[in-house]
């Protein structure tokens, strides 16, 4: 008999065919939105999932699907499993890190950059027939080139963004939980490491690549917009939560800062309604990793530590630290 598996969202049919040599599996090629009651009910029986951020993993969950071995995560960022309790379950969980760092990194300068020139703005103004004349001061806004970048959240993502950077010609600040040893500073267009508040004072474009987490809740609100230029750009490619959306709202209208870039929301897909009235705004639907080659890549990962981790090997991408069980 081979292990049941659920694999909780729609998926790439030839990663289900991969993961059918293995499991019994049970798929939602139909990708409905399972609400917790129904993610444990479909979790019954099953050794392992396939998730992605839709699915939350948690204490209640864990206590109620006791034969569960391993959650597998289709996504870098984890915030959606409790690895804690995953730890006290001894249930594996795994992520998918690197396979997307350089195509989230494109994206992440395609919104900022998208951002700074106001592009869309530029382009909705234009398919809705307003274009009659060209203007000196039409759509103007901050260069790239030659200023300042502040990342918060100097990962890897947080890097391949900085290296990117040489090319315009930009200084580059960064603010991370730890300072990056000199050889990756100086990969990072000699990156230089300082406080958020010098960071926010100083950039004119501040992108975030940071983990969501407890600690990270509102790393940037009312208090840390107010420290930035008004010619500044904010572009949030990491998670909702991590910006506190209502403050972000009010610079926006208040030009406290010019303009921001996000794909990521609080309370997502459900984002907050006043951003769809403002023209200071680019906003994507969390698609910074959605690349076809990155997305196969995600998926194939997060395959391949299901794989491991329910035939006894040690998934390559682990999250969890008690011993892998045979
Ligand atoms: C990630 O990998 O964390 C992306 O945000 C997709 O969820």
């Avoid at 939602?28 to 993610?39: H, K, M, P, R, V």
């Avoid at 997307?100 to 919104?111: R, V």
Wanted: hydrophobic letters at 45%; one cysteine or more; charged letters at 20%.
């Amino acid at each position: 008999m081979k292990p049941g598996i659920l694999v909780a969202r729609a998926v790439f049919p030839e990663v289900l065919a991969r993961l059918a040599e293995h499991f019994e599996v049970e798929s939602n090629q139909e990708d409905e939105i399972y609400s917790q009651q129904q993610l444990t009910d479909r979790l019954q029986g099953k050794q392992g999932a396939l998730i992605t951020g839709s699915a939350r993993i948690n204490e209640q969950v864990l206590a109620a699907v006791p034969g569960l071995r391993m959650v597998a995560n289709m996504a870098v960022g984890y915030d959606n499993i409790d690895t804690a309790a995953c730890e006290r379950f001894q249930v594996l969980a795994s992520n998918t890190p690197d396979v997307l760092n350089e195509t989230t990194a494109d994206f992440g300068w395609a919104l900022m950059m998208a951002t700074a020139r106001r592009i869309t703005e530029a382009e909705h103004w234009l398919r809705a027939g307003k274009w009659t004349k060209w203007r000196y001061d039409s759509f103007i806004g901050p260069d790239l080139h030659d200023s300042t970048l502040g990342i918060i959240g100097m990962g890897r993502i947080g890097q391949a963004i900085a290296r990117r950077s040489t090319g315009f010609q930009m200084q580059v600040l960064y603010h991370n939980r730890s300072r990056l040893a000199p050889e990756l500073e100086q990969a990072a267009n000699q990156a230089q490491f300082v406080s958020k508040e010098q960071l926010l004072r100083e950039s004119d474009h501040v992108i975030l690549v940071l983990p969501y987490s407890a600690a990270t809740h509102h790393t940037i609100a009312g208090a840390e917009l107010a420290l930035m230029k008004p010619t500044a750009t904010l572009t949030n490619i990491a998670r909702g939560g991590i910006v506190d959306d209502q403050a972000l709202i009010q610079a926006l209208r208040n030009k406290t800062i010019a303009a921001a870039g996000l794909d990521v929301f609080e309370n997502e897909p459900a984002l907050h309604p006043d951003f769809l009235d403002l023209t200071n705004v680019v906003l994507t639907p969390h698609i910074a990793s959605a690349s076809e080659k990155t997305r196969r890549a995600m998926a194939n990962c997060a395959a391949d530590n299901l794989i491991a981790g329910l035939s006894g090997q040690r998934p390559p991408n682990l999250l969890t630290s008690f011993p892998v069980q045979a």
